[in-house]
């Protein structure tokens, strides 16, 4: 799997729109982008996942350079259950095998009231 | 449908000592797996399968044991508990295997087990 950087810990205020940087430069064509997140003491949530069009659910927007080596989480309106651990993950999309998710530290975002 | 669950929540063991983890999800997916997250660190595969009757290693593997009897079901067998297995067991599945499945991996709420 291509390695990701993301930082450590980040600031939003409640309300405001959470952008969450993820930086994969080694990322292969045949990969995707992945996001999860991780709430205080439960398993972790999907949240999103891209090649390399913009994509938008319920739950957030994916926005993924041209040259795909980077791409941002944005969380429109941050409320204070989206203070989580948020992983920025690459690989391909599944092919069996194991295919487990490698996370990393992942970003501490924090929403402050 | 109840998703992916865990038992117990809570585990405190003597080191030597054995026990199952248990995992069951309703959502017949085929594929079930594994993962143990010490304190600041990300999730490490320990074990999965891709099917019933079809287990295999992740990263971690030793001193467990799964098996796979029934789609439902992927119980995770500590063989004799160490301190170094200390940790939060989270179990997840997500629908299929072949190329066209989604990774979308469903998490269930975890077992945090200490071993004295």
């Known amino acids: 799997d291509a390695k990701t950087t993301q930082p450590t810990s980040m600031d939003c205020a409640e309300g405001r729109a959470a952008n969450l940087p993820c930086n994969h430069s080694?990322?292969?064509?045949?990969?995707?982008v992945y996001w999860y997140r991780q709430i205080h003491s439960q398993g972790p949530q999907y949240i999103i996942h891209?090649?390399?069009n913009n994509e938008t659910n319920e739950m957030a927007s994916l926005i993924i350079t041209e040259d795909r080596k980077s791409s941002t989480l944005i969380l429109p309106h941050a409320t204070l259950r989206d203070t989580a651990v948020y992983y920025c993950?690459?690989?391909?999309?599944?092919?069996?095998?194991?295919?487990?998710?490698?996370f990393g530290k992942g970003t501490h975002l924090i929403i402050q009231p | 449908n109840a998703g992916v669950t865990q038992t117990p929540k809570f585990q405190v063991l003597k080191t030597g000592q054995s026990m199952t983890l248990q995992c069951a999800q309703d959502?017949?997916?085929?594929?079930m797996s594994w993962y143990r997250q010490d304190p600041g660190m990300g999730l490490r595969l320990i074990h999965y399968s891709v099917g019933a009757g079809i287990t295999d290693q992740g990263e971690v593997p030793n001193g467990y044991n799964v098996s796979r009897s029934t789609t439902e079901d992927f119980p995770l067998r500590l063989l004799s508990a160490a301190p170094s297995q200390t940790s939060v067991y989270f179990c997840?599945?997500?629908?299929?295997?072949?190329?066209?499945?989604?990774?979308?991996?469903?998490f269930g709420p975890g077992t945090r087990l200490t071993v004295l």
């Open positions: 993950i690459v690989r391909p999309l599944s092919g069996g095998g194991a295919d487990g998710l490698t």
């Open positions: 891209g090649l390399k």
């Open positions: 080694t990322i292969s064509g045949n990969e995707y």
């Open positions: 997840a599945s997500r629908p299929g295997t072949s190329g066209r499945a989604t990774d979308t991996q469903y």
């Open positions: 959502m017949n997916h085929e594929y």
